[in-house]
Structures are given as C-alpha cells and as structure tokens.
T-cell receptor
C-alpha cells in the first residue's frame, strides 16, 4: 500500500469540525484514498473514499490536495459518537486489500 | 438491507479443537474479505474470496487456517487445532464488485477465545 502517515491522536470539541490529516506522498495515480473508522472494538466502518476530486457524503467530506500527496477528512459537526480510531488507507495499485496501519485516535470531548 | 452478518459473535474453544466462523455478505455482494485483529493490535488482512474462488490468501497462516466461499451459503473461515495465539477478533467484509473504486462493509466480528 502507498504508505500513509497520520497523527497518533487528536482531540476535538463536540459540535466543532474535526479535521483529520493524512499524508500519502508516495501514492500512485490510480490509488484511491479510503477512510474507515473503528469505534471501540466494533467492526470497521467505511466513511468515504476518493481519487482526485473532493468528495462529500452524509458522514464526512474528503479533501485531497491537487498533488494528491495528502488529504483531510472532515467531520463537520463532531459528536461524542465520533470518538474512534480513524484509518487512512491507500490500497496499492488498485488492490482490493485494505492494509490497516495504526490509525489515529480521535477523541471528541463534551 | 441487512449488513454483513457474522456468527457466532463469540466463540470459545479449547486448545486443539476446530473453530468455524461464518460470514454472510451483504445482499448482492460476491466478494468477501477476512481480517484478524489480535488484542491491542491493528487489523491484518487474511484472505480475499470471490464466489468459489480464493483470489488472495497472502495473509493466511500457512497451516491450520482455511477459507471458502461456496456458491451457496456463507463464507467460512476454519481454524483447525486452535492454539491460544489464535484468540482474536475476526472480521469479515464484503463488497459488490472487484476493483479499486469500491468500498467494503464490515461485520461486527467473531471474538474467538481459546482456553
């Protein structure tokens, strides 16, 4: 997988936007950027993915830089239930295999 | 729409027994992936299957582990002669088609405890 780098942890106040960064400087042109999260010990939850253009769905927005070397996941109004480990993944060469790194622990505080 | 269903949710086996973990993908999904999460560790890819075919088993331990996804019925992850080190959460995911532009949906996992 294209190596992704995320901060170890981040705090966010409830109701505020949470901006989760990810660096993927070695990403190839055909490699998508995926975001998943794992709340406590539940199964991972798909959030969003994109290739070049910014993407938005009911959960979040994904902003990918023009050079595709980094991206930001935006949770527009974080809630306590958004506390989770967030994973930024760039499967290598279009592979379907997801390689989960250590992720980033987001804690949303009241 | 029912999500990815895994059963059992919890499984206790004595050392040396066999463990069978089942995964029913989402309706219309013909691609299944198995991942393992050891305590306090990240998720590790094990195997990717399409109906009746193993596409990628690069993450499967060489011995005791096998997986199948028959034409009818759920995908099965089978662990023979379990050992304490097999204790982990096993997650299954499914996707509707193959390719880089597809999201995978995960089940809630089976927590295997070997005593």
């Amino acid at each position: 997988d294209a190596k992704t780098t995320q901060p170890t942890s981040m705090d966010c106040a409830e109701g505020r936007a949470a901006n989760l960064p990810c660096n993927h400087s070695t990403i190839s042109g055909n490699e998508y950027v995926y975001w998943y999260r794992q709340i406590h010990s539940q199964g991972p939850q798909y959030i969003i993915h994109g290739l070049k253009n910014n993407e938005t769905n009911e959960m979040a927005s994904l902003i990918i830089t023009e050079d595709r070397k980094s991206s930001t996941l935006i949770l527009p109004h974080a809630t306590l239930r958004d506390t989770a480990v967030y994973y930024c993944i760039a499967p290598q060469g279009g592979s379907e295999k997801l390689v989960f790194g250590k992720g980033m622990k987001l804690t949303v505080n009241p | 729409n029912a999500g990815v269903m895994q059963n059992p949710r919890h499984l206790v086996r004595r050392r040396g027994q066999e463990a069978r973990l089942r995964c029913s993908p989402m309706k219309g999904h013909s691609h299944v992936y198995w991942y393992r999460q050891l305590p306090e560790e990240g998720l590790k890819f094990m195997v990717y299957l399409q109906k009746e075919n193993i596409i990628d088993e690069s993450g499967m331990p060489k011995e005791r582990f096998s997986a199948e996804f028959p034409k009818e019925g759920p995908s099965i992850l089978r662990i023979q002669q379990v050992v304490r080190g097999d204790s982990a959460a096993y997650f299954c995911a499914s996707s509707p088609y193959r390719g880089p532009n597809t999201e995978a949906f995960f089940g809630q996992g089976t927590r295997l405890t070997v005593v």
